[in-house]
């Protein structure tokens, strides 16, 4: 066996595991899809965050119109 047929070897030996690799975190991936638990934690965490996005753009809300008034009140005095 010559150098260049070992290293054509091993570059299948390379490219195999590589394929065994993907297929093995692929089925992982799936697994963890799959797991009701992992699911209902998806769906606690979407609700949870939900109000957090409603407060956050309600004092969003508030701070621009904080602004809008003071500027609002400034262009009344001058």
């Known amino acids: 066996m010559t ?3 070992t ?8 490219v195999l595991s ?3 690799q993907r ?3 692929a089925r992982r991936l ?4 799959a797991n009701p ?3 209902a934690l998806g ?12 407060t956050l753009g309600t004092r969003a809300v ?10 609002s009140e400034k262009k009344g005095r001058h």
Do not use: H
């Not at 290293?7 to 390379?14: C, G, I, P, S, T």
């Not at 799936?30 to 899809?33: G, H, K, L």
């Open 3 to 5: 150098e260049i047929d």
């Open 7 to 14: 290293l054509r070897r091993r570059r299948e030996l390379v």
């Open 18 to 20: 590589a394929e065994l």
């Open 23 to 25: 297929a093995t975190i």
């Open 30 to 33: 799936s697994r963890v899809e």
């Open 37 to 39: 638990a992992r699911v």
């Open 43 to 54: 769906y606690a965490a979407k609700v949870a965050s939900r109000p957090m996005l409603l």
């Open 62 to 71: 508030r701070l621009a119109l904080r602004a809008y008034r003071r500027r």
